[in-house]
């Protein structure tokens, strides 16, 4: 799974120090895309590759490629958004597209929920039948330019744009400016993979005091094929000889946003190519992102607009509040620190654990190293205490294990990193080296021992890296899985370790650390762009390889083809004991200090969870503290 959060430490102590003695606006976007089904066929074998483009203000994210679905996708990713400006943030869209080995992805359907929809619940989550994609549709954002007209010239500067409209694969564009007055047009350079590109333009016109409209038309460049329309905005220009009229036009027209239009009447397809020197002062731009074209807005003979598209389901949570001063909050971190059974009130009534999990995991290990592990060795073992075996332990999506995801994304992603980004770099350069062991999924005049060969290869390197490793771990991992395995082992003693303990700490840091990061290595930022249907379906045989590995457990029947592994598997197996064991055998407890966060916005979060499920806690916990508790929020709730 994919949980994209805040890098802490931004900001200067200085910086942190004016905002948390202020009240700040503070919005957040959590956004889950689960599955979709009954997707239409896409090629003659009745199969679809899907991913999805997710854009909501200022963010553009995207899933991996389901290789060989047969419509029924699942991704499971999650994604948290930062809205730098929530007066601007009015949806969130979602683009379901196919893609193609060869050519263009094809856009299959699409699902636009309005913020006033999210503001209506707590969390939003349900099917959503999707509805066909045209031009217009993907005509959204400003740009911000400033004109000035006098007699001789027309000067207009094209500065930036905003939120404009995903037409790539990857969920970003290649944004480029048209600037056309009567019959003289000029070009900005194309900014490469954003939706918020930054051009600071100034292009000169001579006035000839016979055109009186002037056209700002973007389109995003593609290296082959033509350049796609995103919209334009059209301004009528005033009579050079009214100096009144020419006044006001230049105050009104003095750097100013304008929103794009999906009208494309009187437009021409751009055939030229952006000129490389188009304007008299340039400032550097530029965004970082990913690659490959996507959007053929032209359907196809499969995607006729007759049939169902299919529906997608996503789950998602809007937060939009006020932060109060950091120290409105002092009673409620108070009474968290001495109460951590207020957490444990919020698995019981809280549906939105990543949401809940990620923000206790931030506001304690910003406090400091201490409280953060002392939270997770409490939640962890409330899970355990209500368990009855210890074979289920951990399997859900729980506070206990949304927590502990976030734990091992705040603390280690150097040591993923350093552990697996060279063999995976590896894996990529290798091409198309069959591992295919699927006899279902054999390509004409494959071999399938060669291909399991080759698999076994590619699985003794990512062994040998994990393994290797284990003197990187970073030390709070050692702590906070020395605890679980005490837990499990207390709660359990009589079970062997290798039924117990060796499953609780190898879920955690196999099936939830190392594992999703070999699965879809461009999500945890370990390659620039999402593999192709070879290489992710090797990533994947690994994957599995991996989890059987951890699980000291051989394949049997349900998946005969990976049976030959079991040699690989029986051979390293005394391996992954002694890794597990180190892994849940610290020496010492948690160090001095903490995470660089803020403190003000976790604590913020906080409580603004704590009120929307209030009344439920009220209901269903009777303990005296809840009473304190209320009394405490309903302090904050006042100054809000």
């Not at 333009?201 to 056209?215: G, I, M, T, V």
């Not at 079970?495 to 955690?508: H, L």
């Not at 079991?566 to 597990?580: K, T």
Request: with cysteine.
């Amino acid at each position: 799974k994919k949980f994209l959060f805040q890098k802490l430490g931004r900001e200067s102590s200085d910086q942190k120090k004016v905002k948390m003695t202020e009240r700040r606006l503070y919005s957040d976007l959590w956004v889950n895309v689960s599955e979709a089904k009954n997707l239409p066929r896409m090629n003659r074998t009745g199969e679809a590759d899907p991913y999805v483009v997710c854009t909501a203000a200022e963010h553009s994210v995207r899933t991996r490629t389901i290789w060989r679905d047969r419509m029924n996708p699942f991704w499971g990713e999650d994604f948290q958004l930062e809205i730098k400006e929530p007066q601007n943030f009015k949806d969130v869209s979602f683009v379901v597209y196919d893609a193609e080995k060869l050519g263009k992805d094809e856009p299959i359907g699409r699902v636009k929920i309005p913020k006033s929809v999210l503001l209506s619940s707590k969390q939003h989550e349900q099917f959503h039948q999707l509805s066909p994609i045209n031009g217009e549709d993907l005509v959204v954002g400003d740009v911000r330019v400033s004109v000035t007209v006098s007699k001789a010239n027309v000067v207009v500067e094209v500065k930036e744009g905003r939120n404009l409209a995903a037409k790539d694969a990857n969920g970003f564009s290649d944004p480029y400016a048209k600037v056309q007055l009567g019959k003289q047009n000029k070009k900005s350079k194309v900014v490469k993979k954003t939706l918020n590109p930054q051009w600071n333009e100034l292009f000169e016109f001579a006035n000839q005091h016979n055109d009186d409209e002037l056209s700002i038309t973007l389109w995003d460049w593609d290296r082959v094929g033509k350049p796609e329309f995103m919209g334009r905005v059209s301004i009528v220009l005033p009579d050079a000889t009214d100096s009144t009229e020419l006044s006001s036009f230049n105050k009104k027209y003095f750097d100013i946003w304008l929103v794009l239009s999906g009208n494309k009447a009187g437009v021409d397809d751009d055939d030229d190519k952006p000129t490389t020197s188009p304007s008299l002062q340039r400032k550097p731009s530029g965004m970082p992102g990913l690659s490959r074209k996507v959007s053929d807005l032209t359907r196809g003979p499969v995607l006729d607009g007759s049939k169902p598209l299919g529906s997608l389901r996503v789950k998602i949570t809007y937060n939009e509040q006020i932060l109060l001063p950091l120290n409105s909050y002092t009673p409620l971190l108070n009474e968290l620190k001495s109460n951590l059974n207020i957490t444990s009130w919020l698995e019981d009534v809280c549906p939105e654990k990543e949401v809940a999990g990620r923000t206790l995991v931030a506001l304690f290990f910003t406090h400091s190293y201490e409280l953060g592990v002392k939270y997770i060795d409490f939640i962890t073992n409330y899970e355990i205490q209500n368990m009855k075996t210890p074979d289920v332990i951990f399997r859900g999506n729980t506070l206990a294990t949304k927590s502990l995801d976030a734990f091992m994304r705040l603390h280690g992603q150097e040591y993923l990193h350093s552990t697996l980004k060279p063999v995976v770099d590896e894996v990529v350069k290798e091409g198309k080296k069959s591992c295919e062991v699927d006899p279902m999924k054999l390509e004409r005049g494959e071999n399938a021992e060669k291909n399991m060969e080759n698999l076994k290869h590619v699985l003794t390197k990512f062994i040998d890296a994990i393994f290797e490793s284990k003197n990187k771990m970073p030390p709070l991992f050692r702590v906070v899985f020395s605890n679980l395995a005490k837990r499990v082992s207390e709660k359990w003693p009589n079970v062997p370790a290798k039924n117990a303990k060796y499953p609780a700490v190898a879920g955690f840091i196999f099936l939830r650390f190392f594992n999703p990061a070999i699965l879809g290595p461009k999500l945890f930022n370990l390659v620039d762009k999402f593999p192709d249907a070879e290489t992710s379906r090797k990533l994947t045989l690994v994957s599995k390889a991996m989890q059987n590995l951890a699980n000291l457990v051989d394949f049997g029947e349900k998946e005969k083809f990976m049976i030959p592994l079991n040699s690989v598997l029986a051979d390293r197996r005394s391996e992954m004991i002694e890794f597990l064991e180190y892994a849940s055998s610290a020496t010492k407890g948690a160090p001095e200090g903490a995470v660089q966060g803020d403190m003000q916005k976790e604590l913020g979060l906080v409580s603004a969870i704590l009120l929307r499920y209030l009344p439920n806690i009220k209901q269903e916990k009777k303990a005296p503290e809840v009473a304190r508790l209320e009394s405490i929020l309903t302090q904050i709730q006042s100054q809000l």
